[in-house]
């Protein structure tokens, strides 16, 4: 597609749920990005994928989160046992090459009820 | 660790009115710099962004922005708002090294709202 798709855009969970966020980036980007914004702040890096290699992950806030992107394409995030400080709008970005900016999705703005 | 810091978490102003947005940021390496926009329930986009080169740079819909090494601020400009600009603005800076991936780094982001 021409943009970065981001599924669901909007998801309630309650407390202890299992979510699952898709990132369908631009095709043939290779640098896939994740990241966090709370309520009132800036995007935090959350993972970084080239290709299919996750090269870092020190931006996932715990064991509960983690990411894949098997295929080096369409990307996951999955979060494991929600909980209310969870909630946050998660955004993914790709490039072309990595540095020289990125585009981003519209988000997922994950509430835990 | 890079930080940045946006001056400024709100700013209004008046339609036809000049604005700048400031921003410094931490760091002692070369650096990237980006400005982004984001319009309510939107993701981010990119305004413009510095590499190297010119220290002022143009980015999309007549927004400039000048980059200072020695006072490490990049400060974002318009002469002339419109209503349409009303959005949250974000400063963010990336490291060119090969260890970092180019992830950026966000300041907290500063809302400009435009009043007829």
């Known amino acids: 597609g021409a943009g970065v798709s981001q599924s669901p855009r909007y998801k309630v969970a309650k407390r202890g749920q299992d979510v699952a966020l898709r990132c369908d980036p631009i095709s043939g980007h290779v640098s896939l990005f994740w990241y966090q914004q709370a309520l009132g702040q800036g995007p935090e890096f959350l993972t970084y994928?080239?290709?299919?290699?996750?090269?870092?992950k020190s931006g996932l806030p715990s064991d509960r989160f983690f990411a894949e992107r098997p295929e080096g394409s369409v990307s996951t995030l999955k979060i494991q046992r929600t909980q209310q400080e969870d909630s946050a709008v998660y955004l993914c970005a790709s490039s072309l090459r990595t540095g020289y900016g990125y585009t981003f999705g519209s988000g997922t703005r994950l509430t835990v009820v | 660790a890079q930080s940045v810091t946006q001056l400024d978490s709100q700013v209004p102003v008046f339609e036809e009115a000049p604005v700048e947005l400031r921003c410094n940021y931490s760091?002692?390496?070369?650096?990237?710099l980006f400005w982004y926009v984001q319009y309510p329930n939107q993701g981010l986009q990119l305004l413009l962004k510095?590499?190297?080169?010119?220290?002022l740079v143009k980015g999309i819909n007549g927004f400039e922005a000048e980059f200072n090494k020695s006072q490490t601020s990049f400060h974002l400009r318009k002469p002339s708002v419109h209503i349409s600009d009303t959005a949250e603005y974000f400063c963010a800076v990336s490291d060119p090294g090969g260890t970092s991936y180019g992830k950026l780094t966000f300041g907290q982001g500063t809302i400009l709202t435009v009043h007829p």
């Open positions: 760091s002692s390496v070369s650096v990237y």
């Open positions: 994928f080239q290709n299919e290699a996750q090269l870092d």
């Open positions: 510095y590499l190297s080169g010119s220290t």
